[in-house]
């Protein structure tokens, strides 16, 4: 890589995606938004220099002889050779120099430069010219497709909020940075801007648009007392918004953080690769160096001859085709995933993801939307629906409890009301229901066990969800039947698991058995552990099979211990507990199942990208290699065993941030 362009700054995700390249000098990175001025006017100056060298060049090559008729020969040489191989190579050989100086002798500067001079000693000028023109274009092409593959990052760092319109006790509003702001304080949000820190609607009805978040492009209706995040953006009306976490714990914060350290956690893939770096380049200089040297003593050339194959075998060594391409198909890869709204802790995770065979998930929250909903209204014989279901609503009217809300919010969408001061007492009963006294007699709302304790008989009723059994004064009033609500998404992410090769999807889920299984029967899991406490679900996981090759999808604090156990552990980040989505390898924005598909897909194409450069690498170089030492191929196919390989690697591993869903 050219390193006008590349300074390895880790501070900052896409600048690090860089940093295996090369040890780098100049300030600046092409791929992050540090000093793009001077980038783009280095880029301006590049093309020029190349574009005259070019020029110059193809000139020389075409009327060599008949210039040399019209002027010196050394003033040929100097114009059209010597000035363009300085023009192309000048950065290349002032690194290579001081990477001399600081004792790297192995690096694609020193090689190039090594090599190019070399001819030159040898009487190859035209050739050693050529040489330092093409890799020069090849270098600057591939860094133009490597920067495809980090403009996601880009787009997610470009979504940091920069300033909050605090409101002040007069009602006036001040600029400040969003660090300075804690919870409690009130922000204006106006339309068209992104929303600086999590917080609370108090007033305003607007439309926020989600999409630099989750990657979903629909966009969203908050009204007072819903919740908005940092990083999205307000379209319609203006907002009051009370903050309710600082910057550094909002959702922006953590997800820049995320990505920021997914690039500096390697794959093994990676790791192999750099390790492998540090032996291959010395050993290939030392072959080249024995291919200089040996044949020539036992008689089978001139030494001119085999220095030449020794300098192309250098040229083809250069490893910047793997150690570039690979770190860029895995960060192709998250950020492709970025896109979609899925966050992954590194490329670690994208290698554990192709051996996925177990899929185990959570249920409330994961396949269903954690909010129950009364699905039947069944009355006893003469009684009316409306009259059992505002019973019920009385009865519940004082509980916190999600079954109660959803029995408040059926009756109130039904236009019923209910009047909690003619309540005389009301006693809830954990794990049966609740006892309200009212003046027409005792009111029970709750299941089998709370009517059995007073004598009561209830009705059979045989659908899924959970029943609420509604009796006044010793008399049954009728049954409600509760349910939490299935994920529109949840069938599609089960099928797409499926389709993928996943041999076995489970449910571990602490909830009661008779709540879970019409759950997974609807879905069609194949195993259902209900009840589980915390510690039970790792357990539980464990025994589905080898733990290396499971995914467990959760939201909970609950889930934390399960979600560090499994091979890879999802979380479910909209409203997932923040315990679980620091555990967690991979963080799901929007709350969508529909994106464990969607994940397994990206990760086995980034996998199967990657694979594909280093077997292309390798092979081609091994090819060119064997050539050269046997006299078949020069400097000109050297070049291409090098930058041509290295740009035919970055171009494809830029396929792996364009995955499709």
Partial sequence: MDSTKHTPLPTHACCSACAPAADHEAPGCACCSHDHENDHAGERRELMSMGISAVL??????????????????????????????????????????S??????????????????????????????GVMLFYCVGEFVQERAAGSSRRSVKALLAARPSVAHEILNGGTTRDVEPEALGPGSHILVRPGEKIPLDGTVLEGDSQVDTSPLTGESVPQRVTPGGRVLAGTINLNAALRVEVTAAFEESS????????????????????????????????????????????????????????????????ISCPCALLISIPLGYFGGIGAASRRGILI?????????????????????????????????????????DDLLAAAALAESRSNHPIARSVLRAA???????????????????GMGVIAGTDAGELLAGNAALLASRGIAPMDVNLPGSVVYVARGGTLLGALVVADRIKPQSPEAIQGLRRLGVQRIAMLTGDREEQARPVAQQLGLDTLRAGLLPEDKAGALEALGPVKNTIFVGDGINDAPVLATAG??????????EAAIETADVVILDDNPARLPELLRIARRTRAIVWQNIVMALGIKGLFMALGIVGLSGLWEAVFADVGVALMAVLNAARAGKVDS
């Fill in 57 to 98: 060049f193809a000139i020389g090559m075409v009327a060599d002889e008949r210039l040399a008729s019209y002027m010196p020969n050394w003033l040929v040489i100097a114009l059209f050779y010597a000035l363009p191989y300085v023009l192309c190579g000048y950065n290349v050989l002032r690194i290579g120099a001081k």
């Fill in 100 to 129: 001399i100086l600081k004792g790297d002798f192995f690096n694609e500067f020193t090689l190039m430069g090594g090599a190019t001079i070399a001819a030159i000693a040898l009487g190859q000028l035209p050739e050693a010219v």
């Fill in 252 to 315: 922006i914060a953590r997800i820049l953080e995320m990505v920021e350290n997914a690039v500096a956690r390697k794959a093994p893939t990676e790791r192999f690769i750099t390790r492998m770096a540090r032996w291959y380049t010395p050993a290939v200089t030392g072959i080249a160096l024995l291919v200089a040297v040996l044949p020539p003593l036992f008689g089978l050339g001139p030494f001119s001859q085999w220095i030449y194959r020794a300098l192309v075998l250098l040229v």
């Fill in 345 to 385: 802790k590194g490329g670690a995770v994208l290698d554990s993801l192709r051996d996925i065979r177990v899929a185990a998930l959570d249920k409330t929250g994961t396949l269903t939307e954690g909010v129950f909903e009364v699905n039947e209204v069944l009355p006893a014989p003469g009684i009316a629906p």
């Fill in 412 to 430: 109130q969408s039904r236009g019923l009301t209910t009047d909690d001061a003619t309540l005389t007492g009301m006693q809830e009963l954990p």
């Fill in 568 to 577: 890879v552990g999802v979380a479910m980040g909209g409203l997932g507990a």
